[in-house]
């Protein structure tokens, strides 16, 4: 079965502190992972996605996610946090089993960021 | 614009009514989606579709109709609405396998008095 864990539910940062969001998987064969972000009354917005190849996946707003395999994980980061941030982070697989795909979500993880 | 758009963006019904929430999108993606989003619970995936007049079972499908008749509308029916039922009701679409990005409405807020 594939599950991503968000191990955090809040992260807390200070404008122009490096940001980091955590994320771990459990999925059989190769990964795929998703970010994504969700501000206050809206829906769910693609940030990026580790498909194959490089480690480091460059994403909208300037956020990058690191994958390692050895760690299982799948980290969001951002080198310079901005308060306009501050929303809530999803971290998600896909179902490899199934051609549709269908998303596997973590809880959430709510960034804030104070200026 | 293109984009998925939902309907409506709340609603307050109560107990033992049929309620619908409209989703409609433009891209003509293939896929479709309903998840509901609850404090303590993340997303849970309610119904999905694969293409018109095809759907199937999420993990949560007790109490939800959908329907497919054409490409770019879902709705999504309480057929006796309970408080249980009461959420923040999210539509969402994607044209790919298991490798392209869902693409979400902005929700719909459901209160079941």
């Known amino acids: 079965a594939q599950s991503v864990a968000q191990p955090e539910d809040q992260v807390n940062v200070a404008e122009g502190n490096p940001l980091t969001v955590k994320c771990t998987y459990s999925?059989?064969?190769?990964?795929?992972l998703f970010w994504y972000v969700q501000y206050p009354n809206r829906g769910l917005q693609f940030l990026l996605k580790?498909?194959?190849?490089?480690?480091l996946v460059k994403g909208s707003y300037g956020f990058e996610a690191e994958f390692n395999k050895s760690q299982t994980s799948f980290h969001l980061k951002k080198p310079s946090a901005l308060v306009s941030d501050s929303a809530l982070y999803f971290c998600a697989a896909p179902d490899r089993g199934s051609t549709l795909g269908r998303l596997y979500f973590g809880r959430g993880t709510q960034l804030t960021v104070w200026p | 614009d293109a984009g998925i758009t939902q309907s409506p963006r709340y609603k307050i019904t109560e107990t033992g009514r049929q309620v619908t929430l409209m989703c409609h999108q433009t891209w003509s993606h293939s896929y479709m989606f309903w998840y509901r989003q609850d404090l303590g619970h993340g997303l849970r995936l309610i119904y999905y579709?694969?293409?018109?007049?095809?759907?199937d079972k999420g993990e949560v499908p007790d109490g939800y109709v959908v329907s497919r008749s054409k490409t770019e509308n879902f709705p999504l029916t309480l057929e006796s609405a309970t408080r249980s039922q009461t959420s923040v009701y999210f539509c969402?679409?994607?044209?790919?396998?298991?490798?392209?990005?869902?693409?979400f409405g902005n929700g719909t807020r459901l209160t079941v008095t």
């Open positions: 579709s694969a293409a018109a007049d095809i759907t």
């Open positions: 999925v059989s064969g190769n990964p795929y």
């Open positions: 969402a679409s994607k044209q790919g396998g298991f490798n392209s990005p869902l693409h």
């Open positions: 580790y498909i194959t190849g490089d480690n």
